[in-house]
């Protein structure tokens, strides 16, 4: 069968959940096209070095440039810092790549489109990494209201909860300087809830936000790896640039309204990710903490059973399970960014693009950017506008 051979730039958190889908993949789905893992792509040579071995790269380079002009190299995945997306994205595309990015896809809306519009004029596929599409609770979420099983939807409730910057000593990481991440908690957890309402409920057509950065200085970092980073409580401070927290309400353009929370001072909350929805006829509440169980309520169950049901959606009818376990024996975070790559793959087999892509992507911005837009305004924006 064909191959789709990979260079990948970036090799930290991100990296790794892509290294470890690329691999496992034809363990789980072995009709599916097999990425091939050639090149792994990052700045430091020994980390890349150690990177490749440990994740099972053929090759290693510190040179993008170079990877997305080579003959031999079908498809670049960047999951680097967001500030170098977009010229690795364009470059890739310019040289007959297909890509794969992560989320947020731009610092801004303005690059976001610039990269769709290089991606468009070069033909080739394309995919951003929202991963959380693809646990099996949260498709099966969009099935019930696809279905109308829910009814007509009044409510979209989200919150993606975590507590990693609760000690102000914790260093400015990258992920706290505008100029690298774009934003906070908003571009980094709230474009994941962004995207789940427009996979869910739909369009969204106006936006009020309210956001606060609660520590305004941290130690400049000493070391960043991942998520974390060393620096002194007594050494120099820099300036916060982005958002600690971020909360907006929402219309969307069927009628219902909606609620989404992005913090990172959620003081116990290592990672809460979650949804609920309501419509006239039911609703579903979601919990990535317990992502293979969706919460189901149908108002057509009989009076005296009625109330919320556990559904495991880990059963061979629910998406992407019967390539797994027996039914019953549950999947991980991992198992999200797998699905993810099948669908990038079967896209490739179906010649069609994979989805989400950078128009989702772009859509994502949009909303991203109204919220921030009507922070400062102190009022309604419609994202359509941008
Ligand atoms: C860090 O806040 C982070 O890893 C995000 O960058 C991811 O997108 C999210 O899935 C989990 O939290």
Not at 221 to 233: K, V
Request: aromatic letters at 10%.
């Amino acid at each position: 069968m064909e191959t789709i051979k990979v260079g990948m730039v970036g090799y930290k958190f991100m990296g790794k959940a892509h290294s470890h889908a690329y691999k496992d993949l034809p363990l789980f789905f072995p009709n599916v096209i097999r990425p091939e893992m050639k090149v792994i792509c990052g700045r430091n040579t020994e980390e890349v070095v150690k990177a490749a071995s440990q994740f099972g790269w053929e090759e290693y380079t510190t040179e993008w440039m170079e990877l997305v002009e080579r003959d031999d190299i079908d498809l670049i995945d960047i999951n680097a810092p967001s500030n170098v997306h977009k010229e690795i994205a364009i470059a890739a595309a310019r040289a007959g790549k297909h890509v794969f990015c992560e989320k947020p896809l731009a610092l801004t809306l303005q690059d976001s489109r610039k990269m769709l519009e290089a991606i468009e004029a070069a033909g080739v596929k394309h995919m951003v990494g929202f991963n959380y599409r693809f646990a099996p609770a949260v498709m099966l979420a969009k099935k019930l209201v696809d279905e109308g099983r829910l009814g007509e939807i009044y409510h979209f409730r989200a919150w993606f909860l975590q507590d990693w910057l609760v000690d102000p000593n914790f260093p400015l990481t990258w992920r706290l300087q505008k100029e690298i991440a774009g934003s906070g908690s908003h571009g980094d957890l709230g474009a994941h809830l962004i995207d789940l309402a427009h996979y869910m409920i739909g369009d969204i057509t106006e936006v009020i936000g309210i956001n606060e950065t609660f520590i305004k200085e941290r130690p400049i970092p000493t070391n960043m790896t991942g998520l974390s980073a060393t620096g002194s409580a007594d050494g120099e401070k820099e300036k916060v640039t982005v958002d600690d927290a971020t909360l907006f309400l929402a219309r969307f353009a069927n009628g219902a309204i909606g609620s989404f929370e992005a913090t990172r001072f959620a003081t116990g909350h290592r990672s809460t990710n979650s949804f609920e929805i309501n419509g006239s006829k039911g609703s579903v509440i979601f919990d990535f903490e317990r992502m293979n169980e969706l919460q189901v309520y149908f108002g057509d169950d009989r009076d005296d059973v009625q109330g919320f049901r556990r559904v495991l959606a880990t059963d061979p009818v629910h998406a992407f399970s019967e390539a797994w376990w027996p039914a019953g024996h549950t999947i991980g975070y991992e198992h999200t960014f797998i699905h993810e790559i099948v669908e990038l793959m079967e896209a490739f087999r179906e010649n069609r693009q994979p989805i989400p892509n950078f128009k989702d992507g772009v859509k994502c911005q949009q909303v991203l950017e109204a919220v921030e837009l009507s922070i400062a305004r102190r009022g309604w924006v419609k994202p359509s506008e941008l």
